[in-house]
């Protein structure tokens, strides 16, 4: 099948310039009206009207304005937790208590969307940083939703848009925790090439332009999926320009875009403004003007991935969409979790959040530098890289050999490294790489110096002997974070 795409692809590369989406056409593309009803984007579950009337969800609150005994609420006497005070890593050793109020708002069941302290400043997070409006401007309202991690987002969003058959645009290599939850929804992929700037805007336009031809008899896709800085596994970082032409093809085709960002604020390369931070390229959300970007933010990659936190913003039109899966699945995120994270950026304030985002860069910045160098010590003429301007991995091809999987199957792991696969990127399982994810962000120097000399001389005596180890023929899912 990719051979087959790739072929027809490659027939229609050709008349792209001329015919249908030279650069100019995609530019004289005239913005449409946001996109006011989503009916034919949701999935047949989300579409299924809620058999609650809105007197019995009133029964489930809790709240202080009311004498409510209708949900199944523990009582406040059973709650284990009489004193909590946190005391912050970086910037100062501030120590924060919380008040009995707060003790027992977090030892509650609470919103679905999250405590509204710690919204409001990933609302004012999202003002900074992707320039979007008040939230409440009328014609333009938007708003967010606290998640246990952008992985926990991904499935409620499957939930809310996809059906067993339906089909989505993804880049060529991508996050394979989100195999995870689509797979077993049975959701047709349509792997969009990449060059050194992530998804070719030509694939993407002659794959939704030759649909029928390409895909036959399956679902024009709905919704394209992408990671725009710092790609998992890539590393490739859009610019401007590149997400404005994905975003316009986007709008001619209907697409909504799912934006999964989790290395937003890695940017590494980055010119600096007068005050010495790093300016970040604009998001998807920022360039949206028709509603079509569902955007997913997490915490997990620059402050810490064990508290489970993320967010998702999207326009006030699917705000209820997305609620009701998020409320279906886990009623809300940790109370625990989202008081701490509360806590600890309302006490940073904006400049310190900038500050410590500064200093993950440069933690970054080193520790690509000294993977460069163990490449270079111990692996040169046998890989190829690119060195990604973004985000926390290489992708790394392995010279001599055409599948890392085999190689790692057979050799590596059993000298106890291991490094990311290509294939548990590729949404065609059937295909074989040679290339390897390696994680930098997670790579101090002494362990390097031995993961990477043992690389080397397996590497060596793999292509010398073309060793085949007997082994069972292991079936792989995806089933764990990537
Ligand atoms: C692209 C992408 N999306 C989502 C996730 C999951 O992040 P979280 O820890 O917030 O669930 C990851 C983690 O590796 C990722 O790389």
Not at 122 to 149: A, I
Not at 396 to 409: A, N, P, Q, T, W
Request: glycine share 6%; charged share 25%; net charge negative.
């Amino acid at each position: 099948m990719a051979d087959k795409i790739s072929q027809i692809s490659q027939e229609l590369k050709n008349t792209y310039i001329s015919e249908d989406m030279n650069e100019k056409s995609l530019y004289d593309y005239k913005y449409k009206e946001p996109i006011k009803d989503y009916s034919k984007y949701f999935s047949l579950r989300n579409s299924t009207p809620c058999q609650l009337t809105e007197v019995e969800i009133s029964t489930f609150l809790v709240s202080n304005e009311i004498y409510s005994f209708g949900a199944g609420v523990p009582s406040k006497l059973f709650f284990p937790f009489k004193e909590l005070e946190f005391n912050f890593n970086f910037m100062g050793s501030e120590k924060v208590k919380l008040s009995n109020e707060e003790l027992e708002l977090i030892q509650q069941y609470s919103d679905s969307p999250g405590l509204p302290k710690l919204r409001n400043w990933c609302k004012s997070l999202q003002m900074r940083y992707h320039g979007l409006c008040d939230p409440k401007t009328p014609g333009k309202e938007w708003d967010l939703l606290m998640t246990p991690g952008s992985q926990h987002a991904l499935d409620s969003l499957v939930k809310v848009f996809f059906n067993r058959g339906d089909s989505m645009i993804v880049e060529r290599y991508t996050y394979g925790g989100m195999f995870a939850v689509t797979q077993p929804v049975g959701i047709n992929f349509a792997p969009i090439e990449m060059d050194e700037k992530g998804m070719i805007p030509w694939e993407l336009n002659n794959v939704l332009s030759n649909w029928e031809k390409l895909y036959p008899n399956k679902q024009f896709p709905k919704l394209l999926y992408i990671i725009p800085h710092g790609q998992n596994p890539t590393g490739v970082m859009y610019d401007v320009k590149r997400k404005e032409e994905i975003y316009r093809i986007a709008c001619k085709y209907d697409l909504l875009i799912i934006e999964d960002d989790p290395h937003f604020f890695l940017q590494l390369d980055n010119p600096k403004d007068s005050n010495g931070k790093r300016i970040l390229h604009k998001s998807f959300l920022s360039i949206d003007r028709e509603d079509r970007v569902i955007r997913l933010d997490t915490f997990s990659k620059f402050l810490t991935s064990g508290v489970r936190m993320g967010f998702i913003t999207t326009n006030s039109k699917l705000f209820g969409s997305i609620a009701f899966e998020l409320n279906a699945s886990v009623f809300h995120a940790s109370g625990l979790t989202q008081i701490a994270l509360e806590k600890l950026l309302l006490s940073w304030g904006d400049e310190k959040f900038d500050k410590h985002v500064e200093n993950v860069q440069e933690v970054l910045i080193r520790k690509r530098s000294e993977t460069i160098e163990l490449f270079e010590k111990h692996l040169k003429g046998q890989v190829e890289y690119k060195v990604p301007n973004a985000g926390l991995y290489f992708w790394v091809k392995l010279l001599g050999i055409d599948c890392s999987y085999e190689f790692v199957r057979d050799v590596l792991r059993h000298h106890k490294v291991i490094f990311g696969l290509g294939i548990s990127s590729s949404p065609d399982r059937s295909i074989k790489t040679p290339y390897i994810r390696v994680t930098f962000s997670y790579l101090e120097k002494e362990d390097g110096e031995i993961a990477f000399k043992i690389l080397s001389d397996c590497l060596k005596d793999y292509i010398k002997n073309k060793k085949k180890i007997e082994h069972d023929e292991d079936v792989t899912f995806y089933n764990g974070v990537e």
